[in-house]
Nanobody, 114 residues
Framework: QVQLVESGGGLVQPGGSLRLSCAAS???????MGWYRQAPGKQRELVAS???????NYPDSVKGRFTISRDNAKNTVYLQMNSLKPEDTAVYYC?????????WGKGTLVTVSS
């Protein structure tokens, strides 16, 4: 069973950038991968997805600011987040898209605040 470990979160000022990483313990080739986030009191939402071939998709809330990428050889998925806003504050998770219950990790906390 593949385990996914997220890293790279932290405290950043509005307008700043962060790069998140998701390391998989096994091959992710062939899977559509996604980054999700859950803010306090809100439902978890998908913020980016990428196919094995590199086709990406984003909701309007992050389009133009977030970029998802993947390195199939390293079994790693990345999320570059620019122009961060306070409303981006959340715990960020990676998973397949659609998500598999067994693959949810602990996530990484991103806090955008001055």
């Amino acid at each position: 069973q593949v385990q996914l470990v997220e890293s790279g979160g932290g405290l950043v000022q509005p307008g700043g950038s962060l790069r998140l990483s998701c390391a998989a313990s096994g091959s992710i080739f062939g899977f559509i991968m996604g980054w999700y986030r859950q803010a306090p009191g809100k439902q978890r939402e998908l913020v980016a997805s990428i196919t094995s071939g590199g086709i990406t998709n984003y909701p309007d809330s992050v389009k133009g600011r977030f970029t998802i990428s993947r390195d199939n050889a390293k079994n790693t998925v990345y999320l570059q987040m620019n122009s961060l806003k306070p409303e981006d504050t959340a715990v960020y998770y990676c998973n397949t898209n659609p998500p598999a219950m067994a693959y949810w990790g602990k996530g990484t906390l991103v806090t955008v605040s001055s």
